[in-house]
């Protein structure tokens, strides 16, 4: 990709697209009074040094600690004229190795990375071995047994839809509805691994996490899809499967409407596959 070097205007919106491991950081969000790093204070200070002026940036999804980001996109509003290339390739400069700006791209004042949105899509991928892996540490959930996918998509298509999600909305939710709408859920497997893949037009707290949970417990035969319906239709989130560890979390694509013309998010993450 070709970077502009034209400097654009002080105030000027970029929205840019973001890819982060996420087991190196406290989740996305800042959080000064802790002593651990998040990704977007690593960021905002990377942006920071780029304007030489303090930098503030807004996220599409305030992912978790452990949780990966491959398609995570921010917008800012420029403190100082700097081009594209200045945004991008200074800020990479500045970044650590497992995090990086793919682009940035002007984007107009009515640009939120958050509330334009259309839809978002998370994977959840899971390593089915006898023996846990060494290179894929982190980056994977490990399930030692096969799963049965044939049950798993059975469960997985009771979610499209609009509906309550409360079943799998952590207690510290702060969201002020349950209700969220599942445009498409499917599980599928590559090698030995399985990747429950979704997209919704928002997401609760632990929500994916939470659903990949209690398709686990179908996919290996502990629960029925019937139990799964059940839980589902009973909004309780004590009798659902317990919550997937975070590390096989990854946001890979946000959408946005055609009128902004946001760089395409390709395909991915395809490095998991290529390690087996």
Known sequence: MRFSDKALSSGQRF??????????????????????????EEVEAALGKVAEAPVSTICAGRTDTGVHGYGQI???????????KAWTLGANRHLPDNIRLHWVAPV?????????ALSRRYRYVVLTTPIRSALLEGLVCWYRQPL???????????LVGEQDFSAFRAAGCQATTPM??????????TGDLVIIDITANAFLHHMVRNIA??????????????????????RDRTVAAE??????LYLVE???????????????????????
């Open 108 to 116: 107009s004042s009515e640009f939120h990375a958050r509330f334009s």
């Open 74 to 84: 921010i917008h800012f509003d420029a403190p100082a004229a700097r081009s594209v």
């Open 148 to 158: 049965d996918l044939d049950h798993m998509n059975i469960a997985a298509s009771m």
């Open 213 to 234: 949970g209690s398709l686990l417990a179908v996919g290996s035969g502990k629960q029925t899809t019937e139990w799964f319906s059940r839980i589902l239709r009973g």
């Open 243 to 248: 919550t997937a560890p975070a590390s096989g």
């Open 15 to 40: 929205a840019a697209r973001v890819e982060y491991h996420g087991g190196h950081y406290h989740g996305w969000q800042a959080q000064p009074h802790l002593a651990v790093a998040t990704v977007q």
């Open 180 to 189: 969220r709408e599942v445009f498409n859920c499917v599980v599928e497997q």
């Open 254 to 276: 946000v959408v946005y409407p055609e009128v902004f013309n946001l760089p395409a998010t390709p395909a991915g993450p395809t490095l998991l596959t290529a390690c087996l």
